[in-house]
Protein backbone atom coordinates (compact mmCIF):
# COMPACT_ATOMS: atom_id res chain seq x y z
CA UNK A 1 0.00 0.00 0.00
CA UNK A 2 1.10 3.65 -0.89
CA UNK A 3 2.08 4.90 2.79
CA UNK A 4 0.86 8.23 1.51
CA UNK A 5 -2.73 6.88 1.22
CA UNK A 6 -2.95 6.09 4.99
CA UNK A 7 -5.73 7.80 6.61
CA UNK A 8 -5.14 8.57 10.44
CA UNK A 9 -7.80 8.39 12.97
CA UNK A 10 -7.80 10.23 15.71
CA UNK A 11 -7.50 7.13 18.30
CA UNK A 12 -4.94 5.83 16.18
CA UNK A 13 -2.83 8.82 16.13
CA UNK A 14 -3.08 8.99 19.88
CA UNK A 15 -2.30 5.08 20.62
CA UNK A 16 1.23 5.57 18.38
CA UNK A 17 1.54 9.19 20.69
CA UNK A 18 0.69 7.31 23.80
CA UNK A 19 3.29 4.61 23.14
CA UNK A 20 5.99 3.71 26.11
CA UNK A 21 8.75 6.47 24.70
CA UNK A 22 11.41 3.09 23.91
CA UNK A 23 8.74 1.76 21.70
CA UNK A 24 7.66 5.12 20.08
CA UNK A 25 11.27 6.07 19.23
CA UNK A 26 12.26 2.95 17.63
CA UNK A 27 8.86 3.09 15.79
CA UNK A 28 9.58 6.22 14.21
CA UNK A 29 13.47 5.38 13.75
CA UNK A 30 12.49 2.67 11.83
CA UNK A 31 9.93 4.55 9.90
CA UNK A 32 12.73 6.94 9.28
CA UNK A 33 15.35 4.81 7.84
CA UNK A 34 12.60 3.51 5.74
CA UNK A 35 12.34 6.33 3.92
CA UNK A 36 15.66 8.58 4.88
CA UNK A 37 19.12 8.23 5.22
CA UNK A 38 19.57 8.62 9.00
CA UNK A 39 22.63 10.41 9.23
CA UNK A 40 21.85 14.01 6.96
CA UNK A 41 19.80 16.45 7.91
CA UNK A 42 18.32 19.21 5.69
CA UNK A 43 19.22 22.82 6.43
CA UNK A 44 17.00 26.01 5.71
CA UNK A 45 17.91 29.68 6.54
CA UNK A 46 15.54 32.59 7.27
CA UNK A 47 15.40 35.95 6.39
CA UNK A 48 12.34 38.28 7.53
CA UNK A 49 11.55 40.63 4.31
CA UNK A 50 9.04 42.64 6.39
CA UNK A 51 9.08 42.46 10.09
CA UNK A 52 6.60 43.97 12.45
CA UNK A 53 3.08 46.21 12.25
CA UNK A 54 0.88 43.01 11.51
CA UNK A 55 -2.80 43.06 11.30
CA UNK A 56 -3.59 39.54 12.50
CA UNK A 57 -3.63 38.92 16.26
CA UNK A 58 -1.61 35.55 16.82
CA UNK A 59 -0.86 35.01 20.65
CA UNK A 60 2.41 34.09 20.13
CA UNK A 61 3.94 36.67 17.67
CA UNK A 62 5.80 39.50 18.46
CA UNK A 63 5.36 40.93 14.72
CA UNK A 64 1.10 41.59 15.57
CA UNK A 65 0.40 45.16 15.65
CA UNK A 66 -2.10 43.96 18.63
CA UNK A 67 0.31 42.58 20.82
CA UNK A 68 2.13 46.10 22.28
CA UNK A 69 5.22 45.24 21.18
CA UNK A 70 8.02 47.06 20.85
CA UNK A 71 9.16 46.01 17.55
CA UNK A 72 9.84 48.57 14.91
CA UNK A 73 7.71 47.96 11.80
CA UNK A 74 9.15 47.82 8.53
CA UNK A 75 8.45 47.81 5.22
CA UNK A 76 9.30 44.97 2.58
CA UNK A 77 13.11 45.01 2.18
CA UNK A 78 14.83 45.69 -1.29
CA UNK A 79 15.38 42.61 -3.74
CA UNK A 80 18.66 43.14 -3.93
CA UNK A 81 19.75 42.91 0.03
CA UNK A 82 17.26 39.56 -0.11
CA UNK A 83 19.95 38.28 -2.29
CA UNK A 84 22.75 39.19 -0.83
CA UNK A 85 21.63 37.56 2.45
CA UNK A 86 20.34 34.70 -0.03
CA UNK A 87 24.04 34.06 -1.44
CA UNK A 88 25.51 34.24 2.22
CA UNK A 89 22.95 31.76 3.07
CA UNK A 90 24.08 29.24 0.08
CA UNK A 91 27.76 30.02 0.38
CA UNK A 92 27.30 28.87 4.25
CA UNK A 93 25.76 25.29 3.17
CA UNK A 94 21.82 26.12 3.44
CA UNK A 95 19.65 24.65 0.65
CA UNK A 96 16.66 26.18 1.07
CA UNK A 97 16.31 30.18 1.61
CA UNK A 98 12.98 31.23 3.33
CA UNK A 99 11.68 34.76 3.28
CA UNK A 100 8.95 35.13 5.66
CA UNK A 101 6.86 38.49 5.66
CA UNK A 102 4.61 40.14 8.78
CA UNK A 103 1.53 40.23 6.38
CA UNK A 104 -2.05 38.77 7.06
CA UNK A 105 -1.81 38.66 2.94
CA UNK A 106 0.40 40.19 0.13
CA UNK A 107 -1.00 43.34 -1.51
CA UNK A 108 -0.52 43.86 -5.63
CA UNK A 109 2.00 46.39 -5.35
CA UNK A 110 4.35 43.85 -3.79
CA UNK A 111 3.64 40.87 -5.78
CA UNK A 112 6.90 42.06 -8.69
CA UNK A 113 9.31 42.54 -6.20
CA UNK A 114 8.43 39.12 -4.65
CA UNK A 115 8.34 37.19 -7.89
CA UNK A 116 11.78 39.13 -8.28
CA UNK A 117 13.03 37.46 -5.19
CA UNK A 118 12.11 33.99 -5.72
CA UNK A 119 13.58 34.23 -9.28
CA UNK A 120 16.96 35.56 -7.76
CA UNK A 121 17.22 33.08 -4.91
CA UNK A 122 16.74 29.67 -8.15
CA UNK A 123 19.19 31.62 -10.25
CA UNK A 124 21.63 31.02 -7.15
CA UNK A 125 20.65 27.51 -7.58
CA UNK A 126 18.60 27.09 -4.14
CA UNK A 127 14.90 25.92 -3.21
CA UNK A 128 12.85 28.69 -2.45
CA UNK A 129 10.25 29.00 0.29
CA UNK A 130 8.02 32.07 1.54
CA UNK A 131 5.13 32.64 3.92
CA UNK A 132 3.48 35.59 3.08
CA UNK A 133 -0.17 34.84 4.77
CA UNK A 134 -2.53 34.02 2.90
CA UNK A 135 -3.00 33.88 -1.05
CA UNK A 136 -5.70 34.14 -3.23
CA UNK A 137 -5.96 31.85 -6.46
CA UNK A 138 -3.59 34.57 -8.84
CA UNK A 139 -1.16 35.18 -6.30
CA UNK A 140 -0.52 31.38 -6.32
CA UNK A 141 0.08 31.56 -9.66
CA UNK A 142 2.54 34.47 -10.27
CA UNK A 143 4.24 32.37 -7.31
CA UNK A 144 4.10 29.50 -8.90
CA UNK A 145 5.39 30.71 -12.52
CA UNK A 146 8.24 32.70 -10.88
CA UNK A 147 9.71 29.37 -9.70
CA UNK A 148 8.49 29.26 -6.19
CA UNK A 149 9.40 25.71 -4.30
CA UNK A 150 7.44 25.75 -0.99
CA UNK A 151 5.27 27.53 0.76
CA UNK A 152 5.01 27.87 5.01
CA UNK A 153 1.30 28.27 6.25
CA UNK A 154 1.06 26.64 9.84
CA UNK A 155 -2.25 25.49 11.13
CA UNK A 156 -0.66 25.99 14.38
CA UNK A 157 -2.72 24.12 16.54
CA UNK A 158 -6.22 21.69 16.62
CA UNK A 159 -8.97 23.36 14.97
CA UNK A 160 -10.48 23.57 17.97
CA UNK A 161 -7.42 25.33 19.83
CA UNK A 162 -7.55 27.58 17.31
CA UNK A 163 -9.37 30.51 18.06
CA UNK A 164 -8.09 30.30 21.58
CA UNK A 165 -4.81 31.29 19.98
CA UNK A 166 -6.12 33.54 16.74
CA UNK A 167 -9.44 35.16 16.32
CA UNK A 168 -8.94 37.70 13.06
CA UNK A 169 -8.64 34.59 10.84
CA UNK A 170 -10.47 31.28 10.69
CA UNK A 171 -8.65 27.44 10.90
CA UNK A 172 -10.41 26.87 7.45
CA UNK A 173 -8.52 30.16 5.97
CA UNK A 174 -5.51 28.15 6.49
CA UNK A 175 -6.32 24.99 4.97
CA UNK A 176 -8.47 27.00 2.12
CA UNK A 177 -4.58 28.64 1.14
CA UNK A 178 -3.10 25.21 1.76
CA UNK A 179 -5.34 23.43 -0.60
CA UNK A 180 -4.77 26.02 -3.18
CA UNK A 181 -1.10 26.27 -3.11
CA UNK A 182 -1.13 22.68 -3.36
CA UNK A 183 -3.63 22.66 -6.47
CA UNK A 184 -0.75 25.29 -8.14
CA UNK A 185 2.09 22.42 -7.50
CA UNK A 186 4.00 24.54 -4.70
CA UNK A 187 5.03 22.31 -2.19
CA UNK A 188 3.32 22.91 1.11
CA UNK A 189 5.06 23.18 4.33
CA UNK A 190 2.62 23.09 7.46
CA UNK A 191 3.01 22.31 10.92
CA UNK A 192 2.87 24.43 14.33
CA UNK A 193 3.90 25.24 17.59
CA UNK A 194 3.98 23.43 21.18
CA UNK A 195 4.12 24.71 24.11
CA UNK A 196 0.63 26.96 24.09
CA UNK A 197 -1.03 25.77 26.57
CA UNK A 198 -2.77 23.35 24.42
CA UNK A 199 -3.65 19.78 25.40
CA UNK A 200 -2.01 16.73 24.25
CA UNK A 201 -5.32 16.19 22.31
CA UNK A 202 -4.51 19.03 20.23
CA UNK A 203 -1.27 18.20 19.41
CA UNK A 204 -2.49 14.76 17.90
CA UNK A 205 -5.32 16.81 16.07
CA UNK A 206 -2.78 18.64 14.60
CA UNK A 207 -0.82 16.27 13.17
CA UNK A 208 -3.52 14.15 12.35
CA UNK A 209 -4.95 17.18 9.93
CA UNK A 210 -1.55 18.15 8.00
CA UNK A 211 -1.31 13.88 7.45
CA UNK A 212 -4.68 13.59 6.10
CA UNK A 213 -4.13 16.12 3.47
CA UNK A 214 -3.38 14.43 -0.15
CA UNK A 215 -0.61 14.47 0.50
CA UNK A 216 0.68 15.73 3.51
CA UNK A 217 2.90 18.85 3.60
CA UNK A 218 6.50 17.58 2.43
CA UNK A 219 8.04 19.79 5.15
CA UNK A 220 6.43 19.92 9.10
CA UNK A 221 8.00 22.90 11.02
CA UNK A 222 7.56 21.59 14.77
CA UNK A 223 8.52 24.99 16.62
CA UNK A 224 8.53 25.22 20.00
CA UNK A 225 7.18 28.14 21.79
CA UNK A 226 9.86 30.83 21.98
CA UNK A 227 7.79 33.40 24.81
CA UNK A 228 7.80 37.22 23.48
CA UNK A 229 7.63 39.71 25.68
CA UNK A 230 4.06 42.14 25.99
CA UNK A 231 2.37 38.81 23.69
CA UNK A 232 -0.40 37.32 25.32
CA UNK A 233 1.60 33.92 26.17
CA UNK A 234 4.52 35.78 27.72
CA UNK A 235 4.45 33.67 30.11
CA UNK A 236 3.17 30.07 29.20
CA UNK A 237 4.39 27.81 30.76
CA UNK A 238 7.27 25.61 29.18
CA UNK A 239 6.55 21.96 27.53
CA UNK A 240 8.04 19.27 29.03
CA UNK A 241 11.08 18.06 26.60
CA UNK A 242 9.51 14.45 26.70
CA UNK A 243 6.37 15.74 25.55
CA UNK A 244 7.99 17.86 22.70
CA UNK A 245 9.86 14.43 21.44
CA UNK A 246 6.61 12.08 21.59
CA UNK A 247 5.41 15.29 19.17
CA UNK A 248 8.25 14.97 17.02
CA UNK A 249 8.02 11.20 16.66
CA UNK A 250 4.22 11.18 16.15
CA UNK A 251 4.72 13.58 13.24
CA UNK A 252 7.56 11.16 11.67
CA UNK A 253 5.44 8.09 12.03
CA UNK A 254 2.37 9.94 10.85
CA UNK A 255 3.98 11.53 7.54
CA UNK A 256 6.83 8.89 6.94
CA UNK A 257 8.06 10.78 3.86
CA UNK A 258 8.01 14.34 4.63
CA UNK A 259 10.89 16.28 6.67
CA UNK A 260 10.05 16.85 10.01
CA UNK A 261 11.51 20.73 10.82
CA UNK A 262 13.24 20.69 14.40
CA UNK A 263 12.40 24.67 14.13
CA UNK A 264 11.59 27.73 16.48
CA UNK A 265 13.24 27.17 20.23
CA UNK A 266 16.51 25.22 19.19
CA UNK A 267 18.23 27.93 20.67
CA UNK A 268 16.38 26.92 24.29
CA UNK A 269 17.16 22.97 23.79
CA UNK A 270 19.71 21.14 25.40
CA UNK A 271 21.85 19.10 22.67
CA UNK A 272 20.19 15.89 24.48
CA UNK A 273 16.83 17.38 23.85
CA UNK A 274 17.60 17.68 20.33
CA UNK A 275 19.71 14.61 19.64
CA UNK A 276 16.77 12.83 21.15
CA UNK A 277 14.37 14.85 18.70
CA UNK A 278 16.70 13.59 15.73
CA UNK A 279 16.16 10.28 16.90
CA UNK A 280 12.45 10.36 16.85
CA UNK A 281 12.53 11.48 13.32
CA UNK A 282 13.46 15.00 12.76
CA UNK A 283 15.37 15.66 9.83
CA UNK A 284 15.62 19.42 9.34
CA UNK A 285 16.84 22.83 10.73
CA UNK A 286 16.93 26.33 10.34
CA UNK A 287 20.63 27.32 10.66
CA UNK A 288 21.75 30.91 11.22
CA UNK A 289 21.87 33.31 14.05
CA UNK A 290 17.96 34.46 13.77
CA UNK A 291 15.01 33.20 12.61
CA UNK A 292 12.74 36.05 12.01
CA UNK A 293 12.88 38.03 14.84
CA UNK A 294 13.67 35.23 17.54
CA UNK A 295 17.10 33.85 17.98
CA UNK A 296 18.36 30.70 17.07
CA UNK A 297 22.03 28.39 18.16
CA UNK A 298 25.18 30.29 17.09
CA UNK A 299 26.49 28.85 14.06
CA UNK A 300 29.40 27.33 15.81
CA UNK A 301 27.06 25.57 18.25
CA UNK A 302 25.27 23.81 15.60
CA UNK A 303 28.57 23.25 13.57
CA UNK A 304 29.74 21.22 16.92
CA UNK A 305 26.29 19.23 17.33
CA UNK A 306 26.25 18.10 13.84
CA UNK A 307 29.75 16.72 14.20
CA UNK A 308 29.45 15.35 17.59
CA UNK A 309 26.37 13.43 16.08
CA UNK A 310 27.93 12.58 13.19
CA UNK A 311 25.33 14.23 11.16
CA UNK A 312 25.89 16.01 7.99
CA UNK A 313 23.70 18.42 6.39
CA UNK A 314 22.20 17.53 2.92
CA UNK A 315 23.97 18.90 0.07
CA UNK A 316 21.57 20.89 -2.87
CA UNK A 317 22.08 18.16 -5.76
CA UNK A 318 21.45 15.34 -3.08
CA UNK A 319 18.26 12.85 -3.78
CA UNK A 320 16.49 11.60 -0.05
CA UNK A 321 15.82 8.15 -0.52
CA UNK A 322 12.19 9.53 -0.41
CA UNK A 323 12.58 11.43 -4.12
CA UNK A 324 14.48 8.92 -5.41
CA UNK A 325 12.12 6.44 -4.86
CA UNK A 326 9.50 8.30 -6.03
N1 LIG B 1 2.86 35.98 8.73
C1 LIG B 1 2.99 34.72 8.14
C2 LIG B 1 2.08 33.71 8.73
O1 LIG B 1 1.76 33.80 9.93
O2 LIG B 1 1.69 32.78 8.02
C3 LIG B 1 4.41 34.19 8.16
C4 LIG B 1 5.33 34.39 9.33
S1 LIG B 1 4.90 33.61 10.85
C5 LIG B 1 6.00 34.40 11.96
C6 LIG B 1 5.43 31.92 10.65
C7 LIG B 1 5.25 30.95 11.79
O3 LIG B 1 6.25 31.15 12.78
C8 LIG B 1 3.95 30.98 12.57
O4 LIG B 1 2.93 30.32 11.91
C9 LIG B 1 4.34 30.25 13.84
O5 LIG B 1 4.10 28.87 13.72
C10 LIG B 1 5.84 30.51 13.95
N2 LIG B 1 6.12 31.40 15.10
C11 LIG B 1 5.88 32.73 15.15
N3 LIG B 1 6.23 33.24 16.36
C12 LIG B 1 6.68 32.20 17.09
C13 LIG B 1 7.18 32.09 18.43
N4 LIG B 1 7.23 33.12 19.23
N5 LIG B 1 7.57 30.87 18.87
C14 LIG B 1 7.51 29.81 18.03
N6 LIG B 1 7.05 29.86 16.77
C15 LIG B 1 6.63 31.03 16.29
C1 LIG C 1 8.09 28.10 11.02
O1 LIG C 1 7.31 27.18 11.28
N1 LIG C 1 8.96 28.62 11.87
C2 LIG C 1 9.66 29.72 11.28
C3 LIG C 1 9.17 29.69 9.81
N2 LIG C 1 8.15 28.71 9.85
C4 LIG C 1 8.75 30.92 9.13
C5 LIG C 1 9.48 30.98 12.00
C6 LIG C 1 9.83 30.89 13.46
C7 LIG C 1 9.64 32.23 14.05
C8 LIG C 1 10.12 32.30 15.45
C9 LIG C 1 9.88 33.62 16.08
C10 LIG C 1 10.59 34.77 15.46
O2 LIG C 1 11.70 34.65 14.92
O3 LIG C 1 10.01 35.87 15.53
FE1 LIG D 1 1.31 38.17 11.60
FE2 LIG D 1 2.32 35.78 10.97
FE3 LIG D 1 2.90 36.94 13.34
FE4 LIG D 1 0.46 36.01 12.91
S1 LIG D 1 2.34 34.79 12.97
S2 LIG D 1 0.95 38.01 13.80
S3 LIG D 1 0.18 36.43 10.73
S4 LIG D 1 3.48 37.66 11.34
Known sequence: ?????????????????????????????????????????????????????????????????RNGSDLPATKLIEVQRVLTEARKARDGGATRFCMGAAWREPKARDMDALVAMVQGVKALGMESCMTLGMLDDGQVVQLRDAGLDYYNHNIDTSERYYSKVITTRRFADRIDTMNRVQAAGIKVCSGGILGMGEAVGDRVDMLVTLANMAPPPDSVPINMLMPQANTPLADARPIDPIAFVRTIATARILMPRSYVRLSAGRSEMS????????????????????????????????????????????????????????
Open 1 to 65: MNVKNIRWTRDAAQAVHDLPVMDLLYRAQTVHRENFDPNRIQTSRLLSIKTGGCAEDCAYCSQSA
Open 271 to 326: DEMQAMCFLAGANSIFVGETLLTAENPEEDRDAVLLAKLGLEAERPEEQTLADAAE
